[in-house]
Structure formats: structure tokens, C-alpha cells
């Protein structure tokens, strides 16, 4: 494999893993949202902007923590003939679906960056009572996708190089970081 694909797959895989690890933190903000909704009913007027805020929280935790998650294989998986199968022939089927992935990946984008453009020509808001803009979460998510696409690439490289029998890929699929 040549040194640049190392050099891509690790540095995709130092920055999703940064990524995710600061998604992680996320939840707590969603967690202190929802408090902070559950209290303003109670005590005080009740807040608009508390359930969308926690939806776009959720979609910014769950889309960016997406790569990190396939980089570290806590994805789901079907699992009805994958675990009878060789390290090697597992390497083979994950290469193939990581280009249909990465097909779908690309159409994706592709409607994000489309969707997200537009918002931003029409100062798209949501139809609500707090009547948010709505390009902030759709720059979030085609940002999301991106990683998650960058990540997909990476895994066919590792996937290739593991179905060659290449050294510098761990058996378990993650890459060896200096």
C-alpha cells in the first residue's frame, strides 16, 4: 500500500476520532436542554426553543459521532454468516460494501451540500413557533456526512489491505497510530 494511503487513513482516522470524542459531549448539552425544559414549565414561562434546540443537539451528537463509531466497529452489523468467515474474507465482503457505501455516501452529500446551499439562498427557517434558521444543522449534517465519507474511504483502504494480507493493519480492522 502506498505511504500517502497510510498517511490519509491515519490522518482521517486521528481527526474522526477527535471529532467524535468532542460529539460525545453532546448529550450533556441535550441533557442540560431538556433540563432546563423541564424546569422553565414547571417554575417559570415555558421555553420554545427547547425541543428543536434538542433535536438539532441530537442530530449534531448522533451525525458526527457517526465516522467515529465505524472507525472504532461499535456500528450495527448483520450478522447472520459474517462471524463464521475468515479475517481475509471478511476484508473481501467489507471492501465491496464499502463502495456501495461510499456510493450512497457521495448521493448524500451531494443532496446536503444541495439542501444546505438553498437554505442559505432563501434564509430557510423552520416552521415553528421559535421559527430557528434552519442552515446552521444542515452545514452540521453535510459536515457529518463529509467525515462519514472521508471514513468510508478509509475503512475500503484498510479493508483492502487486510484482504491483501498487508502488516501495517491490526487484525481487528483499526490502523496502528504512531
Not at 421555553?47 to 448522533?62: D, K, P
Not at 443532496?111 to 434558521?133: F, K, N
Request: charged residues 15%; positive net charge.
Amino acid at each position: 500500500m502506498p505511504e500517502f494511503v497510510k498517511t490519509y487513513v491515519r490522518a482521517v482516522d486521528r481527526f474522526n476520532r477527535m471529532a467524535g470524542r468532542a460529539a460525545m459531549y453532546l448529550i450533556f448539552v441535550m441533557a442540560a436542554i431538556l433540563l432546563w425544559s423541564s424546569f422553565s414549565k414547571i417554575a417559570l414561562k415555558p421555553s420554545l426553543w427547547t425541543l428543536e434546540m434538542a433535536q438539532f443537539t441530537m442530530v449534531a451528537y448522533y451525525i458526527i459521532g457517526g465516522p467515529y463509531s465505524m472507525q472504532t466497529g461499535d456500528h450495527v452489523r448483520m450478522d447472520l454468516f459474517y462471524a463464521s468467515w475468515t479475517q481475509r474474507t471478511r476484508a473481501k465482503v467489507d471492501t465491496v460494501t464499502n463502495l456501495v457505501l461510499i456510493f450512497f455516501l457521495c448521493v448524500l452529500l451531494y443532496g446536503a451540500l444541495s439542501s444546505t446551499i438553498y437554505s442559505l439562498q432563501v434564509w430557510e427557517r423552520a416552521h415553528s413557533v421559535w421559527r430557528p434558521y434552519m442552515w446552521p444543522i444542515k452545514l452540521i449534517a453535510a459536515f457529518g456526512i463529509f467525515l462519514m465519507l472521508l471514513q468510508a474511504v478509509a475503512e475500503f483502504f484498510r479493508d483492502w489491505a487486510r484482504a491483501r494480507d498487508e502488516d501495517w493493519v491490526k487484525p481487528m480492522g483499526r490502523v496502528m497510530l504512531p
